[in-house]
């Protein structure tokens, strides 16, 4: 199917260019990144300009937060409804910024030179593109997790920041915490013993609907270009509705189903705690194979990370002497790390450990600890001035999406999945090293990185 060229608004289309025209001509008052200089207060012309491709659901966050860094600028918002866009213009403009021009089109976006960095918003079966397209154009990239939808496209999106020199964060931000930043020092230092397995707790999504209800594409969205790389289908609301319960998530072609949605959060946070960000499992085995109650995978030691085996996912009473009435009912933690002298739990909003007092371990100069990052917006923000690495750059992001598409394709497949991570391949199974990379419509091949 030949794709039709994309709409044009020619009023916010002159607006735009005319924006990105006086920015060429030498704005005074927003300039690149390469001029910043002002530690203590950002003046105007220190300020980095930022656009955001994808308005939906999940970018509510990052348009309410990343403003509040004092360095930025919102420059531009994007997304190919307009609705979602005249949304983040408004409550962009509830923070001060009146003058963030709109467009449904990135590379608009990408070719403005006053826009400093980017963050990509949208879909998953989105991400490479645009990540790879930004950083070819110049700027930097904050980019949601999953970082690419497949294996072949999380290596070409780490091809492009080294080919760019360009600062890429992943949208972990668990590692922007301090519980989980506790529970890997605690695991890097062998503070538990050896371990002997962990547990992630990722939950279900339902199935697509059967039979969707075919409806009209609505009136100021580019659906044909929504679907993007993916195959062509007729519009339903359910296959582009942005839910963290369901929508587009539920779907093989535009993400990872529940791997890419909590996986991509975990398997980070286990990858980081075990210290191999620069390799991963070797085996991959879905629930129901040869009797396999838990889908799990394996590292080259024997390591087994289990999926959704709540029996495990239970922590100790700590309040086991008071009385019943007197009881909080725990939540349960989402990760569990079992070694032979002790356990560790973790999770958005606490860390707990057993024995109890493990949690308050001191760590030392002589330790071994991780990177330390508070703030993951602000932290890639402080590594676009400083152009250091984030604390989830390309490499760490796909290390962790290859686990969560792996998983995915031995759960489609239905049978064990064998990987080399060192030479980044599956191994022995034709059919599933196909699945490494994915077909895509014409017109939106991944940009060539030259």
Known sequence: ????SPPTNSLTRRSFLKTSA???????????SSVLGNEERAAANSRIGMGFIGCGLISKTHIASFPGIRDIQPIAVCDLRTNFRKKALDKLSQKGFDDVVETPLYEEVLANPKIDVVAVMTPDHWHAHLAIAAMKAGKDVYVEKPMTLTIEEGKAVVEAQNKYGRILQVG???RSTAYF??????????MIGELKEIHCSLGSFPQPPENEEIAPVPEGFDYDRWLGPTPYYDYSEHRVRGNYKGGWRCYWDYGSRKFGDWGAHHFDIVQWALGRDETGPVEFIPAGYEGAKYHHFRYADGLTVWRDNNKMLVMPDDDAEADDSKKKKSKPPQIRFIGTEGDVYASRGFVKTSP????????????ETVYESKNHRQNFIDCVK????????????????TICQLAGIAERLGRQVKWDPAAEQIVGDNEAEAMQD????????LPSIS
């Open 1 to 4: 199917m030949k794709r039709p």
């Open 22 to 32: 006086i920015a060429a001509a030498g704005s005074p008052f927003i300039l690149n």
């Open 172 to 174: 972990s931000q668990q």
């Open 181 to 190: 930043r506790i529970a890997a020092n605690l695991i890097r230092n062998g």
């Open 356 to 367: 109890k007092e493990l949690v308050r371990h001191k760590f030392t100069d002589a330790d």
């Open 386 to 401: 400083s152009r250091k690495a984030p604390i989830c750059p390309a490499e760490v992001g796909h290390r962790s999406g």
């Open 438 to 445: 994915r077909p895509r419509r014409p017109g939106y091949e």
